[in-house]
């Protein structure tokens, strides 16, 4: 079952991401366009997360 963020202010609209998780992976999708779906491990998500959270991506913005 696919699961959003609760700062997502629990609306029904199309802003926000969604996981799920199953089998040693984890699925992220956008809820406006439910049909892409990307597939990583919980450690390299959370690696990604690190890295955004220690702003190692500010230079390509």
Do not use: H, Y
């Amino acid at each position: 079952m696919w699961q959003k963020s609760s700062f997502s202010g629990g609306t029904t609209g199309n802003e926000c991401l969604e996981m799920v998780i199953g089998a040693g992976r984890i699925r992220i999708r956008e809820s406006g366009d439910p049909g892409v779906v990307v597939t990583t491990t919980p450690g390299s998500l959370r690696v990604l997360m690190c890295g955004i959270t220690e702003g190692e991506f500010e230079r390509l913005g």
